[in-house]
């Protein structure tokens, strides 16, 4: 793996603290890895030098920065997270969580006012000699974000995943000018280090590492009653069904509610039923007048691999868009990303609990059953399958739209003048630019897609939306500022 390759550079970085920490009339109980003049190099570096900062601290001030090394990094993961086999949406949910906490923690000895998240998250932690130190933070962070992309986006193709070293290489030509040797050797080895220390601590959540090598478990048979959700072939299969089990970062499935579903029922005129044959309605008005509700329907889609990014990922793409709109400070922006990603996680986790307790049924197997034999979802046409492989209710991509646009109202404010550019230029599908006045209006609209889209019913987006936000409350409510409340 990659992170080995810095293995050196680390042990380094360590024992570069262990000699500056000691008195000359010690005697260290290691033995000397280096020659001496290495060893004067380390005393006379150790990252508390004059840096390119120019503060006699060394490392940058990640609060002055711009966020540029975040956009890069984050433009090639929506690049390639896409074509992430086997991820969406769960997985892709969760390695946004880890890879965004990765970049925090390493420019976080960087960030004026900013609190680890070692203090709240049990067993994750970082040496207290080294995230004590300043680094060249945008140097680090390269080094950081080129391994957590390559670990947490798996099973992408070779001649996609070799983007991630090419950004790296290219990225680190720029940064390295005007560095001493011993300044790089520090920052690529601490971000390397924290990434490692998040790696491992991923890993210590068993059960998704275990569900992420097999997230349709053919042992799962979903139970059977009246209006109960099913698959009706392999590629429907249920999807991720035990994700209630994985961790979460901020807020416990314990500490979410949900809303019981309208009963089921087949008798016409009953709510059930409006709201199965709202769907059908709106579904097939929208694709015989292909006018703003198939956009809408396309635009929010993002359920397809290796044309679309997966849906939580869309709202990364979103707050990327955000930092540069608002002109994010590096600090501002990373801890937007980690809420953003913890936010997403928590959503998936809490939103499949729910879904494979209530069982609601998809609108296309009702649809066909006691309204028309021959309905086609819009999403038919993008897939050789007509559903996603996991109950409607409530709907994830609702819970992910308000899981973001709860963290972006706390910190941005509702208003807004926003055009989502997410996937401008594609001509596969429906992708032209929407402009949004409210981040509300931002979040229902995604929500709300799936009605016209034909794969959600009304009563789904509505739990969706409400469960997001309950999410996104407990994630706000996250002390990551030493002077927040």
């Known amino acids: ?69 975040v956009t890069e990094w984050t433009d090639l993961l929506l690049e390639i997270e896409r074509y992430a086999e086997g991820m969406r949406p769960n997985a892709s949910a969760r390695a946004m969580a880890y890879i965004y906490l990765a970049a925090y923690e390493t420019a976080r000895p960087n960030m004026r006012g900013y609190i680890s998240n070692t203090e709240r998250l049990n067993g994750f932690t970082l040496d207290d000699d080294l995230s004590d130190r300043d680094y060249e933070v945008e140097l680090a962070l390269n080094a950081c974000f080129a391994d957590v992309l390559d670990h947490f986006l798996y099973n992408v193709p070779v001649e996609h995943d070799v983007a991630i070293d090419e950004m790296e290489s290219e990225t680190r030509e720029d940064l390295i000018l005007n560095m001493t040797e011993q300044e790089i050797a520090d920052a690529e080895a601490w971000g390397a280090y924290v990434a490692q220390q998040v790696i491992a601590y991923s890993q210590t959540d068993t059960e998704a590492e275990a569900q992420i090598l097999e997230p349709q478990p053919r042992s799962y048979e979903p139970p059977t009653g009246p209006g109960f959700w099913t698959y009706s072939a392999d590629p429907e299969r249920a999807l991720f069904p035990y994700w209630e089990r994985v961790r979460t970062f901020a807020v416990s499935t314990e500490q979410t509610t949900t809303v019981d579903p309208i009963p089921y029922s087949t008798v016409p005129g009953s709510d059930y039923r409006n709201e199965m044959e709202e769907v059908y309605k709106v579904n097939n008005d929208a694709r015989e007048e292909d006018g703003e509700q198939l956009w809408i329907a396309e635009f929010w889609s993002d359920d397809v691999e290796n044309l679309m990014m997966s849906p939580p990922v869309r709202q990364i793409s979103i707050a990327n868009q955000l930092i540069d709109q608002y002109d994010l400070s590096l600090a501002e922006s990373l801890e937007l990303m980690a809420r953003i990603g913890f936010s997403l996680n928590d959503a998936a986790v809490a939103a499949w609990k729910y879904k494979y307790q209530h069982m609601v049924m998809r609108p296309s197997v009702y649809l066909r059953d006691f309204v028309d034999p021959d309905y086609q979802t819009n999403l038919f046409r993008l897939v050789f399958w007509p559903n996603p492989g996991f109950p409607g209710y409530p709907s994830g991509h609702s819970a992910f739209a308000s899981a973001a646009g709860g963290i972006f109202i706390e910190t941005f404010g509702n208003r807004t003048n926003f055009t989502d550019r997410s996937h401008e230029g594609r001509e596969e599908f429906r992708g032209a630019p929407r402009t949004f006045d409210s981040f509300e209006q931002l979040a229902e609209e995604n929500a709300f897609s799936r009605i016209p889209l034909g794969v959600h019913i009304r009563m789904d987006c509505v739990e969706g939306l409400r469960l997001g936000y309950e999410i996104a409350d407990g994630v706000n409510d996250l002390r990551l500022r030493q002077n927040a409340r």
């Open 1 to 69: 793996m990659r992170i080995n390759s810095i293995g050196t550079l680390f042990l380094l970085l360590l024992l570069s603290i262990m000699v500056v920490s000691c008195n000359e009339d010690e005697d260290l109980s290691v033995t000397p890895l280096l020659d001496a003049a290495e060893e004067e190099a380390l005393r006379a570096g150790g990252g508390n030098g004059g840096g390119r900062g120019g503060d006699g601290r060394g490392g940058d001030d990640a609060n002055a920065l711009g966020a540029e090394i």
